[in-house]
């Protein structure tokens, strides 16, 4: 299959996001040139998230109420209308005017899938442990499915509409990411990556759970090998 970015619909999952949003959405809309969408997929924030999407005019802004950062998602991509997604957070800490280097390359290498790796950042914004687990995590997916990905738990991607609609995900929260890796492998989907950065959080509270995440996906890897 060949990549053609005919439109991009950059899907955002968004909690209580206030302070972040509009700084995420207008860089995106303001530089980014393909032709695109911005779809916010809102999990009922109550701190005024919603009115910030709406008041843009430029972002479609749809209300999810199941909680889950893989629920969030997958109502995102049902209602994209791209042939292309980005899936990307809405609490600022993804360089998102990188959005277009990640199209260059899915285009240049004719990928199903770019992830934005995270591991080569020179500013470390990541965090000690966050690192650590995350190179745990990413040695232990490479190990199993043969693969030689750097950064596994990056929420940045940019994802071929058609290989993702030819893959059945079912995770409802952070294991959503790391089963679609799973899936993709599986199909012999192409995956690479590009380098980007990561800023730290400046408004607002993360919403992982680390125990409970790190157990989900672990959980979803072994699955993935029973489950031929």
Known sequence: MTIKVELVSIVIPALNEAGNILEVVTTIHEGLSYPNEIIVVDGNSTDGTQKIVSDTGFCRLIT?????????????????????????????????????????????????MVLATRMYDPNKAMGFFNFVGNKIITFCFDFL?????????????????????????????????????????????????????????????????????????????????VNK
């Open 64 to 112: 999810e109420s199941r909680r889950g950062y893989g629920r969030a998602l997958k109502t995102g991509i049902k209602n994209a209308k791209g042939n292309v997604i980005i899936m990307v957070d809405g609490d600022g800490t993804y360089e998102v005017k990188h959005i277009e280097r990640m199209l260059d390359k899915m285009v240049e290498e004719n990928a199903d």
């Open 145 to 225: 499915y043969n693969q030689y990905l750097s950064d596994t738990q990056s929420g940045f991607r940019a994802i071929s509409r058609e290989a993702i609609d030819n893959v059945k995900l079912v995770e409802g929260d952070m294991a959503f990411a790391t089963e679609m890796l799973i899936k993709f492998t599986k199909k012999n989907y192409k995956m690479v990556e590009v380098r980007s950065t990561y800023k730290i959080r400046r408004y607002g509270k993360p919403k992982l759970q680390k125990f409970k995440s790190t157990i989900e996906i672990f959980t979803t890897m072994v699955k993935g090998l």
